[in-house]
Nanobody, 118 residues
Framework: VQLQAYGGGLVQAGGSLRLSCAAS????????MGWYRQTPGKPREMVAV??????????DYADSVKDRFTIARDGSENTVHLQMNSLKPEDTAVYYC??????????WGQGTLVTVSS
């Protein structure tokens, strides 16, 4: 499975960006997709995850992004989006898309840089 992420860029504090990630065709079903981020010298951290083991889907957010970021998935397209509003300089990071399928596979996409200027 290949994950293609796009949508990063430079934005002023208080602005918005939308990240998207599309998964290539899979043999197994993808049941979790999410976004993680990393800054130099720090471990990668979870930003938002959406899981489709139940109906409706369940979502999980880092405390630092709750009420500002929204994750959504287009299951038919194996695409996940992250709407980021009210961005802060501390949101600056490389954002990575991730996915898990029910065949035991775990996948990472290439990172996309988000820079929030103050």
């Amino acid at each position: 499975v290949q994950l293609q992420a796009y949508g990063g860029g430079l934005v002023q504090a208080g602005g918005s960006l939308r990240l998207s990630c599309a998964a290539s065709k899979t043999t197994f079903s993808i049941y979790t997709m999410g976004w993680y981020r990393q800054t130099p010298g720090k471990p990668r951290e979870m930003v938002a995850v959406i899981t489709d083991l139940t109906t409706p889907s369940t979502t999980d957010y880092a405390d630092s992004v709750k009420d500002r970021f929204t994750i959504a998935r287009d299951g038919s397209e194996n695409t996940v989006h992250l709407q980021m509003n009210s961005l802060k300089p501390e949101d600056t990071a490389v954002y990575y898309c991730a996915a898990n399928d029910d065949g035991g596979g775990a996948y990472w996409g290439q990172g996309t840089l988000v820079t929030v200027s103050s």
